[in-house]
Each structure stands twice: as C-alpha cells, then as structure tokens.
C-alpha cells in the first residue's frame, strides 16, 4: 500500500495485471491442448508450480533494490496479475484433478482478499476516496522500505532452513524438472518476448521479466495441501526453484543489462 500510493495506481499497473493474467492462462490452455506437453506437466500441480512465482515476498523486494521507485507499479501490476489467477482458477484445477465435486468459493475469496496485493489494492483506493493518497504516501514510504528489508531477511533465513535437507535439494526426479525449467527459463524468455513485442521500454522489461523469473510461489503448496493433491511434487519445485533462483535471477539481471 505504502508503495502503490508513493507512485499511485495508473494504467501500468493495470497493463501488467492483464499480462501476468493472460500470460499464465495461455500456458495452462497450450499445455492442456497438446498431449505431448501434457505427457511433460501431467497434473496441474507441477503446471502451476511453473508458473505461479513468489512474487509477493521475494520479486518485489528485489525490484525495490535493483530498479528505481517508478517502475514499482509494473512489478506488483504483475504480482496482482499472478495472484488472481492463482486464487481464482487454482482451486479449481486442483479440485478437477482430485475430482471434487464442489469448490469453497468462500475459501478462494478470502485468501485472494488476504494477499498482499489486494490489501494494498484496496487500501489504495479507501485511501484515494478519502483524498488523503499524498499524506497517507508519505507516512508509510518508510515502513514499506522496512518491510521490504525484512521480507528478504525472512526470505534469505528459510533458505538457510531448508539447505540443511540436502538430500532434498539433490532430488530432482523427472516429474518435476520440466516444472522448474517452465518457471525459471521457458516463463521469463516469454515474457522478455512479450515485452520486446509490445515495445516496452528495458526498465520495464527488467521489472517483468524479474518477477516471470521468481521462484514457486508458497501459496502452490497451500492449494496442494489443501486439496490432498502432488504435495511433495509442489514442495519440491518451491524448494529447488527458490535455491536455483540464487543464480537463474542474477543470469537474468546480467543478461538484460540493467
């Protein structure tokens, strides 16, 4: 919220959402489509562990300290993107998968209204209707500096946990392999792309491609668990794809030249 209301809401930021949204739909269509590609992802837990990436607690806070201030809407325009479709139609793949016959439509609403993109979404506009956007700015630009220092160290911390499994970081089966390649090389190069195709500028670009290029998002094993449905898979790939990511997003900075 701090963030947003330091640059505002403007069409950036919807542009972003839309390609974040439609970028993952047209994925999970390609994939289910094409039977070759569907023997590689055959569940859509492995198929959304590529493509949901933690946005949220690790690619904004990385675009905070490697891009300038004004290119924040594009970064968390994407993480909204990505957390709508995750909330919205992830449940539901999940359920299709475990044939469920019915989806918590409560569920799926309260964890899309409880993260951080759509807090800070709406406490934009509260903030705008009450025309204290300037003020209330100014007042959390520092906090948000904070947590954003924080939410690496918390980040950087559960490394160290999960490095102590290291015959957990060795397993790499072929079930989820192709996973990991989708989220940190197939997804970034589509949407660098993308970028390039609809002639966004190299800071915008950067700020995309970064957050195309995060490692799986916590909330894929949220809904795996939830749904009894690949959890170890899911777990897997956030764990492999979160160390991995120490050297895929510096190839990535070094590659684009930012």
Do not use: H
């Not at 930021?13 to 993952?24: E, G, P």
């Not at 569940?43 to 959304?48: F, G, H, I, T, V």
């Not at 946005?55 to 968390?76: D, E």
């Not at 993107?81 to 995750?86: H, Y």
Request: hydrophobic share 55%; aromatic share 12%; proline share 4%.
């Amino acid at each position: 919220m701090g963030l947003l209301l330091k640059v505002g809401i403007n069409n950036d930021l919807v542009k972003t959402a839309l390609i974040a949204f439609s970028s993952i739909s047209l994925f999970i269509l390609f994939i289910n489509n094409f039977p070759n590609l569907k023997k590689l992802l055959p569940n859509y837990s492995l198929q959304l562990g590529g493509l949901i990436g933690n946005t949220s607690f690790l690619g904004i806070p990385i675009a905070m300290v490697l891009l300038p201030t004004n290119t924040i809407n594009f970064t968390i325009g994407f993480d909204l993107g990505t957390t709508l479709f995750a909330w919205i139609f992830g449940p539901y793949f999940l359920k299709k998968d475990k044939n469920y016959s019915f989806v918590n439509f409560k569920t799926i609403l309260l964890s899309l209204f409880n993260s951080p993109a759509s807090k800070g979404i709406i406490g934009v506009l509260i903030a705008y209707l009450l025309r204290i956007e300037n003020l209330l700015g100014e007042v959390l630009w520092i906090p948000a500096r904070i947590v954003i220092v924080l939410a690496i160290i918390v980040v950087g911390t559960r490394l160290g946990i999960i490095l102590n499994n290291k015959n957990q970081f060795f397993s790499i089966k072929n079930k989820i392999k192709y996973s990991i390649i989708l989220k940190l090389f197939i997804f970034p190069i589509f949407i660098f792309i993308l970028c390039k195709t609809i002639k966004l500028n190299e800071l915008e670009t950067f700020a995309l491609v970064l957050q195309a290029g995060t490692p799986s998002a916590i909330s894929t094993i949220l809904m795996a668990e939830a749904y009894k449905n690949n959890q170890e898979e899911a777990a897997s790939i956030l764990f492999i794809t979160t160390i991995l990511s120490i050297v895929t997003i510096p190839i990535i900075t070094t590659i684009i030249g930012v």
